[in-house]
């Protein structure tokens, strides 16, 4: 079955460049989450949309921004990057804003 | 906004004992409750889950009981084996002007000893 697609798995940047994350979601789920892990801690949410449009923030800081495109993937930007941004960033996606959330693999995003 | 307690934060136990991680939280509009396991550098991946209508869920040697009174939900595992060794989080899903987002606890570090 298909899964939560993210890319790129892995990524390195310096301290303020810029890193754009990808999720596309199973096929028919209408609504994706963001959520970002540092090591040893919990998923913080930071994000959501439903039908391409947001639906709630969490703990997103200002220099990051996302949206979801017509064919319901979406795209996590992340500017003037942080030594602190360094963490696990999830995508997950729901049929719906009530159903299972389906995790993907994550995308690693080291800052140096 | 929706908070999540879970105790404890590391739990060990013998190959074949039960183990029972609890969670707590503060919305009472919350209507859904997933266990995730997550294995180190890996996806946070749904064991069990539970909604408010409903007091107890099993699947095979993992159980979920919510008491909505007391807006608490506990993970049991029985048997437990090596395998089981992972964190796991469990998380609410809040209502209100929050509809589908999960708040996940703190998360428990489970080691099961051979």
Not at chain 2, 91 to 114: C, D, E, N, R, W
């Amino acid at each position: 079955a298909a899964g939560v697609i993210q890319s790129p798995r892995h990524l390195i940047k310096e301290k303020r460049e810029t890193a754009t994350l990808k999720c596309y979601p199973i096929p028919r789920h209408d609504t994706v989450y963001w959520y970002q892990q540092g090591p040893g801690q919990d998923p913080q949410f930071l994000i959501s949309f439903y039908e391409k449009m947001q639906s709630d923030k969490g703990s997103i800081p200002d220099r990051f921004s996302a949206q979801q495109f017509s064919d319901y993937h979406s795209e996590l930007n992340m500017s003037s990057l942080e030594l602190g941004d360094s963490a696990l960033y999830f995508c997950a996606s729901s049929l719906g804003e009530t159903g299972e959330l389906f995790f993907g693999e994550g995308s690693r995003l080291t800052v140096l | 906004g929706e908070n999540v307690e879970q105790h404890p934060s590391t739990l060990s136990v013998q190959e074949g004992d039960s183990a029972v991680i609890k969670c707590t939280y503060s919305d009472s509009a919350s209507n859904y409750f997933p266990w995730y396991k997550q294995e180190l550098g890996k996806r946070p991946q749904l064991i069990i889950d539970i909604r408010s209508n409903v007091g107890e869920k099993k699947d095979q040697r993992i159980a979920v009981t919510l008491n909505k009174t007391a807006k608490h939900f506990s993970l049991h595992i029985t048997e437990t084996q090596p395998e089981d060794s992972a964190v796991y989080f469990c998380a609410a899903m809040a209502g209100g002007t929050s509809y589908g987002k999960l708040t996940f606890g703190q998360g428990t570090i489970l080691t099961v000893h051979p």
